[in-house]
């Protein structure tokens, strides 16, 4: 089974569907995924030379990997043979151009979620 999940306050019918229309949602068949560059959601475009970026990943079934991607290269990955719950990456980035981030993780038993990209300008 594949799931959306949405990344925002209380839910109600017109903030779901704006926060679907912008992007602030992620992939997954089983972890939950968020990130944030300079406290912006998953789907935004900022305008940033400098980015304070921050992903987490949960899942009951103990995560294996999770990665964040900068313009298709991977910049950061964690991972942890004992299986915790949740895994976390903070880390200051200086892109050199403007493009994109987005996270992916990996849980224990194979299962994967995916971030939306969050845009950044220079």
């Given at each position: 089974m594949i799931w959306n999940g949405l990344v925002g306050p209380k839910p109600d019918v017109n903030r779901?569907?704006?926060?679907?229309?912008k992007g602030n949602h992620f992939v997954s068949d089983s972890p939950f995924i968020f990130a944030s560059v300079n406290d912006a959601a998953m789907g935004e475009?900022?305008?940033a030379e400098r980015c304070e970026i921050e992903v987490r990943a949960y899942d009951s079934a103990g995560l294996a990997q999770l990665r964040l991607i900068h313009n298709g290269k991977v910049i950061n990955t964690k991972n942890d043979s004992n299986s915790p719950t949740?895994?976390?990456i903070e880390l200051t980035h200086k892109p050199t151009?403007?493009?994109?981030?987005?996270?992916?993780?990996?849980?224990h038993d194979f299962r994967k979620g995916f971030s939306n990209p969050?845009?950044?300008e220079r």
């Open positions: 779901i569907g704006k926060r679907a229309a475009t900022i305008r949740s895994l976390t151009a403007s493009g994109y981030y987005r996270a992916e993780v990996l849980s969050l845009w950044v």
